[in-house]
T-cell receptor, first 118, second 114 residues
Framework: SQTIHQWPATLVQPVGSPLSLECTVE??????LYWYRQAAGRGLQLLFY??????ISSEVPQNLSASRPQDRQFILSSKKLLLSDSGFYLC?????????????????FGPGTRLTVL | QKEVEQNSGPLSVPEGAIASLNCTYS??????FFWYRQYSGKSPELIMF????GDKEDGRFTAQLNKASQYVSLLIRDSQPSDSATYLC??????????????FGTGTRLQVTL
């Protein structure tokens, strides 16, 4: 079965400090990977997605970046954190399925990292 | 701008009753529709998905889709206190060879009372 890990689980960082959040997936190969952010009281916002090693698509221009150095590893980074970067960061992977003539995929979330920027 | 709308709630139902959660979406090209449950402080957990008009049942959960009305709902039968959570509706328009991009609603908070 597939498992997705994220670390750290919680993080408190000062404004202007760097950030590195890591996500790894087990039990599948070549998954699509996603980074979302959920700010307090708000919906999930897609930040980045990746369909393969080194392939990153950005959804929201900001001071965050993502990398995918290995097939099942996805990293979210920042050189200098802002107060507005606080939130719950979620990594997800998706399983592609086919039913008849229809192909789609389903996303599964990791446990998340709660980031507080002070 | 693709939008997914949900009533934020809280929706309060007594234990054993049917909870009805609703969601509307703006993009007629949306192909797949998902319901996630999120407990406070935890990550979203997939409950079920639907892609054809009509009903889809899984245990106590039934998803309903009406593409003409751009409406999707989730019914929870025999609601239990453990069902108290925020329910997120999400839609996507998957294309083969790319990544799907889910658009989420802000969620409906469900409270099941004793």
């Amino acid at each position: 079965s597939q498992t997705i890990h994220q670390w750290p689980a919680t993080l408190v960082q000062p404004v202007g400090s760097p950030l590195s959040l890591e996500c790894t997936v087990e039990g599948t190969s070549n998954p699509n990977l996603y980074w979302y952010r959920q700010a307090a009281g708000r919906g999930l916002q897609l930040l980045f997605y990746s369909v393969g090693i080194g392939q990153i698509s950005s959804e929201v221009p900001q001071n965050l970046s993502a990398s995918r150095p290995q097939d099942r590893q996805f990293i979210l980074s920042s050189k200098k954190l802002l107060l507005s970067d606080s939130g719950f960061y979620l990594c997800a992977w998706s399983a592609i399925w086919t039913s008849g003539s229809r192909t789609s995929d389903t996303q599964y979330f990791g446990p998340g990292t709660r980031l507080t920027v002070l | 701008q693709k939008e997914v709308e949900q009533n934020s709630g809280p929706l309060s139902v007594p234990e054993g009753a049917i909870a009805s959660l609703n969601c509307t979406y703006s993009d007629r090209g949306s192909q797949s529709f998902f319901w996630y449950r999120q407990y406070s402080g935890k990550s979203p957990e997939l409950i079920m998905f639907i892609y054809s008009n009509g009903d889809k049942e899984d245990g106590r959960f039934t998803a309903q889709l009406n593409k003409a009305s751009q409406y999707v709902s989730l019914l929870i039968r025999d609601s239990q206190p453990s069902d108290s959570a925020t329910y997120l509706c999400a839609v996507s328009g998957y294309r083969t060879g790319t990544a799907s991009k889910l658009t989420f609603g802000t969620g409906t908070r469900l409270q099941v009372t004793l």
